[in-house]
């Protein structure tokens, strides 16, 4: 199904802090409800959850103790896609990169879990923090869901 749309973009401030994620979950649902396909906004949800929460435990906060999060919708040569970025202000440690844990570890699946959902993804870093984004596509996640 394709959904005829307008872009859109929208940015969000959130508490460095675990109901960060849950408030940019809400507010990304509520906005793009109704404007792209189911499977496209679990997928959507999804990342971002996992981008608030990697920068939350593993990166320091934009000053004031918060996380940006910014989405844009846009149609895209007969697909739509969604574009998310996490900006915080980064970690001393290394850049974000998907890890493959093993099966009983209890964390590490985030950015793989970003990778199997987005087209891409992408680090990017200035003198201001570091943003992680993604772009998903609702062909893509229409033919993940038809699996």
Do not use: K, Y
């Not at 973009?9 to 990304?28: I, K, M, T």
């Not at 919708?73 to 900006?87: C, I, K, M, S, W």
Request: hydrophobic share 50%.
């Amino acid at each position: 199904m394709t959904m005829a749309v307008a872009e859109r973009a929208w940015c969000l401030v959130v508490p460095h802090h675990a109901r960060g994620a849950r408030v940019a979950r809400h507010r990304l649902a509520a906005e793009l409800s109704g404007a792209v396909t189911g499977a496209l906004l679990l997928d959507v949800v999804a990342v971002v959850a996992e981008l608030v929460g990697n920068a939350v435990r593993h990166a320091a906060p934009l000053p004031g103790g918060v996380v940006r999060v910014a989405w844009r919708l846009a149609p895209d040569d007969g697909d739509v896609v969604v574009e998310v970025r996490v900006t915080d202000g980064g970690s001393e440690v290394a850049l974000p990169r998907a890890r493959t844990p093993g099966p009983e570890a209890t964390g590490g699946r985030g950015l793989g879990i970003v990778e199997a959902l987005a087209d891409r993804w992408g680090v990017d870093r200035d003198g201001l923090g570091q943003s992680v984004w993604a772009r998903l596509s609702a062909l893509r996640a229409a033919s993940r869901a038809a699996c």
